[in-house]
């Protein structure tokens, strides 16, 4: 199993672009999450989806949009870049019934200038 | 809304000594999960508590639920260098699938 993957894993974007963050996981996992960590801290949530056609809102999820149209892909919109963006994105995944451990991809670092 | 308090911040150390760390929320949770991060890497999971009580071990590392369900702790015995990172933990509100995390505890180990 490859695990969580993200794509790009580094990205530099102007204010008001827009940009796709990828995110595949292959372990079958009902849970997907959406994360971004800024500089020395915590980690935030910002989306979060429980099953194909099923996503809620977390902690930060202005200006930003996610959809769930298969159990393994989970991809974070960004629609108009702002600097407040600058931050690394993390992709998680988990099962509910196994210890609904998270599992972390390797995380999408992104710079909005 | 919810908080969660991780301590120390961040700590220095030598090589061989033991570590504590601990984590205090204002709410009960129904799981604790640790994490360890590496600059430029996303967290790996170190181990997970379902249970009040509960004391689990995976190699050098120690976590403990506590009894009130409001914190946790994760102890490393004769740290070494490779121990160096971020580390983090993660609680689980009863009846939500949300995890919230901490702010981290920065360790240095000095050789």
């Known amino acids: 199993n490859a695990g969580v993957t993200q794509t790009p894993k580094f990205r530099i974007l102007k204010i008001g672009q827009s940009m796709t963050l990828q995110c595949t996981q292959d372990m079958n996992h009902n849970y997907m999450y959406w994360y971004r960590q800024d500089p020395g801290m915590g980690l935030k949530l910002i989306y979060y989806s429980v099953g194909a056609g099923i996503t809620d809102k977390g902690e930060v999820p202005n200006g930003y949009n996610v959809s769930r149209s298969t159990t393994e892909d989970f991809p974070l919109r960004l629609e108009l870049a702002a600097p407040s963006q600058t931050s690394v994105y993390f992709c998680?995944?988990?099962?509910?019934?196994?210890?609904?451990?998270?599992?972390f991809g390797p995380g999408t670092r992104l710079t909005v200038t | 809304g919810q908080q969660l308090n991780q301590s120390p911040q961040s700590m220095f150390i030598q090589e061989g000594e033991d570590v504590s760390m601990n984590c205090t929320s204002s709410?009960?949770?129904?799981?604790w999960l640790w994490y360890k991060q590496d600059p430029g890497e996303g967290p790996v999971l170190l181990i997970a508590?379902?249970?009040?009580?509960e004391l689990t071990s995976n190699g050098r590392l120690t976590a403990q639920f506590g009894i009130t369900r409001k914190d946790s702790f994760l102890n490393i015995s004769a740290s070494i260098p490779s121990d160096v990172g971020i580390y983090f933990c993660?609680?689980?509100?009863?009846?939500?699938?949300?995890?919230?995390f901490g702010t981290g505890t920065r360790l240095k180990v000095l050789a």
């Open positions: 709410s009960i949770f129904n799981t």
């Open positions: 993660a609680g689980r509100p009863s009846g939500t699938y949300k995890y919230i």
């Open positions: 998680a995944s988990s099962y509910p019934g196994q210890g609904d451990e998270q599992y």
């Open positions: 508590l379902y249970k009040a009580g």
